[in-house]
């Protein structure tokens, strides 16, 4: 029977997190979407990039919001 692709994620995620820490993961998700919103914009799609750097703003806010 294959996975379902949900659950092979949150088990990929899983392991990421125990593997790196969960600070770390996000910290990389926020990094990507940043850089994905910045190849966007370059590529004049303006607001599908807002929505990728808002998503890695939030992100960001997150880790900000644990403090060091």
């Given at each position: 029977?294959?996975?379902p692709?949900?659950?092979?994620?949150?088990?990929?995620?899983?392991?990421?997190?125990?593997?790196?820490?969960?600070?770390?993961?996000?910290?990389?998700?926020?990094?990507?979407?940043?850089?994905?919103?910045?190849?966007?914009?370059?590529d004049?799609?303006?607001?599908?990039?807002?929505?990728?750097?808002?998503?890695?703003?939030?992100?960001?806010?997150?880790?900000?919001?644990?403090?060091?």
């Amino acid at each position: 029977m294959v996975e379902p692709k949900d659950e092979k994620l949150i088990r990929s995620l899983n392991q990421l997190i125990e593997e790196h820490g969960i600070k770390t993961v996000i910290q990389g998700l926020a990094s990507h979407c940043q850089k994905e919103a910045d190849f966007l914009k370059k590529d004049r799609s303006t607001d599908l990039a807002n929505n990728w750097q808002k998503a890695g703003e939030s992100l960001q806010a997150i880790i900000d919001s644990w403090g060091t």
